[in-house]
């Protein structure tokens, strides 16, 4: 697509959005895409925690955050009387069957400082001369109460607990655990636990079906042996059930799911109503005042499919502590915001509309009797404070979100909330912009890698603000040129020359700087949250030069200015010199395999130059934008 048909694209969405915007509320229509990734992020929040979705549904599974770990946040939707479960999976994460101390008044145990004899973890074995105490055991003065002081090397521990065992069928068992440092449990004289080093932290296994049934009915025995390898010692274990308090509430029908640029929709069909429901990402906006921002919402809206008023509520279920092993829920009210905090994530409801109760770790969000009061939407806002910035050649970083000293995550929640209708109508734009800019490159882009793309992108990476108050865009490994060369086609596609400098930027600063002296460009220049030095042991010198040169060539090219380049001039002319000297050799050494007799020629054939191939096309690659920024210089 030429840059005057984008031109036209922003001018005819610009004059939609002019007709929508008296009223907040009026939504775009923008044409549905039918891709079905295997899995994309919904909100982009931060590396560390952003929001996944597996397959098309909401309801087979849990969301996920980073690494995989579950989302355990649920929704069911109650409509005259009847639960219908929209998202989650088909039960909750646990209750208690022998709790913890610290979820308890606590529970007590026999004890032993020395190693007993052998079956010391069975049902049988003789312990009238161990001690008995009150959980937790450990040393005074913890994060964590403890009611038997231990200051020894090691622990043995004995706890008996008294189960119904019909009331164990079709469930998972777990064992749940804190220590300080090293603990294996057992269940009736069968390992269950070996935990590595750990502190402050609450472990979780579920017990194999293979130990589940061999527990009795009535009394079973908890063993554990913890070892302190020095300092604080801590232990405290329990026993848990799978919690499956909605087990009555049906599985609401889904009916679609349309994946666009900066959002996610779903509608499913609960009896005799529609249930809208959004991801939406407003950080990914080209809106300064949001770009980057770690808070997303999900808004839904009702909609009676028989042309009656129903009675309607909502709930969200979330667990805080299954996300965060231990988690101490706070929740304020601030200019009518519900803002509940447990860890570093936050989320935010509007007071009026939503109660909120605090259950066994989780909070519970409902909405209640929605038509009645003529309400048919609301809003859930999520977000996310990493508590890490990045050390930028000795110095502190701020987020690009906190550049107004007076930021912080509360006022930015309250920001989006108090606009979230007119920031979705935002979103509805841009996503209806880049599909018609799709639709006239069709054939070029497939819209299934880049519409998660977008999302997929800023879930990865951090945007802060540099010394000279310029923007940084980095990912865990901060300045990795592969990646960034990896993800300029779809910059390029979505016209985020800023986040395209600001890819490049930690590359030209380190070298700029004086903290790199080679030829050629740095791999990288450190792992998150630390940026001084070069973390890969191999140079890669020839790609990083021609990829840095190719990246160059195409911002020149698409600012329409050869500012950047001009800027930048010295290293690139230093690359671009050390390219040309690298293809002369390369060109040297394929004479001098030329004159070798047929059998290194052919052996020289299979070993050698499948190799040095790929590396001689991006070394002419990369000299080829050399010689073209070099003609642009001179046309300037």
Not at 369 to 384: E, F, P
Not at 549 to 564: E, N, R, S
Not at 617 to 624: D, E, H, P, S, T
């Amino acid at each position: 697509m030429t840059y005057y048909n984008g031109k036209l694209l922003m001018i005819f969405v610009y004059i939609i959005g002019l007709l929508t915007a008296c009223d907040s509320s009026e939504r775009i229509e923008v044409l549905r895409n039918d891709i079905h990734p295997s899995r994309h992020i919904l909100v982009p929040l931060a590396p560390t925690f952003s929001v996944e979705v597996a397959g098309d549904t909401l309801y087979h599974q849990y969301l996920h955050v980073f690494k995989g770990k579950d989302f355990p946040l649920m929704g069911l939707l109650y409509v005259d009387g009847k639960g219908y479960r929209f998202m989650g999976g088909d039960s909750l994460r646990i209750r208690a069957l022998a709790p913890l101390a610290g979820d308890s008044c606590g529970w007590k145990g026999k004890y032993f400082f020395l190693r007993p004899e052998e079956g010391w973890n069975k049902m049988g074995y003789d312990d009238s001369k161990w001690q008995e105490g009150s959980a937790a055991f450990g040393t005074e003065g913890l994060w964590y109460a403890t009611n038997t002081i231990w200051s020894a090397e090691n622990i043995y521990l004995r706890r008996h607990v008294t189960l119904n065992k019909e009331a164990l069928d079709n469930h998972k068992l777990y064992i749940r655990f804190l220590c300080d440092d090293i603990v294996t449990i057992f269940c009736n004289g069968d390992e269950v636990v070996h935990s590595n080093y750990t502190n402050r932290s609450v472990g979780c296994r579920q017990l194999p079906d293979t130990i589940v049934d061999k527990i009795k009915e009535g009394d079973n025995l908890l063993a554990a042996h913890c070892y302190n390898i020095s300092s604080n010692a801590l232990l405290d274990y329990g026993l848990y059930i799978e919690n499956k308090e909605y087990i009555d509430v049906d599985t609401a029908f889904f009916k679609s799911v349309d994946i666009q640029a900066t959002q996610t929709h779903y509608s499913f069909q609960c009896g005799d109503v529609e249930l809208q429901l959004s991801f939406v990402a407003p950080s990914l906006l080209q809106d300064q005042e949001y770009m980057g921002c770690p808070v997303g919402f999900l808004s839904y809206r009702i909609v009676s499919t028989d042309g009656q008023q129903h009675d309607v509520d909502i709930s969200f279920d979330m667990d805080m502590e299954w996300m965060f092993d231990r988690v101490k829920i706070k929740e304020s009210v601030e200019k009518d915001w519900r803002i509940i905090q447990g860890d570093s994530l936050y989320v935010a409801v509007k007071a009026e509309d939503v109660q909120s109760v605090c259950k066994d770790g989780r909070i519970i969000l409902t909405q209640k009797n929605m038509m009645r009061k003529g309400a048919d939407s609301g809003v859930v806002l999520l977000g996310y404070e990493e508590g890490e910035v990045l050390q930028y050649f000795g110095e502190n970083l701020p987020y690009y979100w906190q550049r107004n000293k007076n930021a912080n995550i509360k006022e930015v929640l309250r920001n989006i909330g108090d606009n979230y209708q007119t920031l979705q109508r935002k979103c509805d734009e841009t996503d209806m912009y880049y599909s018609q800019k799709l639709s006239l490159e069709k054939g070029k882009i497939k819209a299934e890698k880049m519409f998660p793309y977008y999302r997929n992108f800023l879930a990865t990476r951090r945007l802060s603000v540099a010394p000279d108050g310029e923007l940084l865009c980095y990912s865990n490994i901060v300045g990795r040129v592969r990646d960034a060369f990896d993800s300029f086609p779809y910059l390029m596609f979505y016209e985020r020359m800023d986040w395209m400098k600001g890819t490049l930027k930690p590359v030209f600063d380190f070298c700029e700087n004086g903290h790199w002296v080679k030829q050629f460009p740095p791999f990288d220049i450190g792992f998150f949250p630390i940026a001084i030095h070069q973390e890969s042991v191999n140079d890669y010198g020839i790609e990083m030069a021609a990829n840095m040169l190719m990246m160059t060539l195409a911002i020149v090219k698409t600012d329409g200015a050869f500012d950047y380049a001009e800027k930048h001039w010295r290293h690139i002319y230093q690359w671009g010199n050390y390219l040309e000297k690298m293809v002369k050799k390369q060109q040297e050494l394929m004479a001098e395999q030329r004159k070798d007799s047929v059998k290194q020629q052919e052996t020289s054939a299979v070993k050698q130059i499948p190799a040095a191939h790929k590396e001689e096309v991006k070394a002419i690659l990369g000299l080829k934008a050399y010689q073209e920024l070099i003609e642009l210089q001179k046309q300037r």
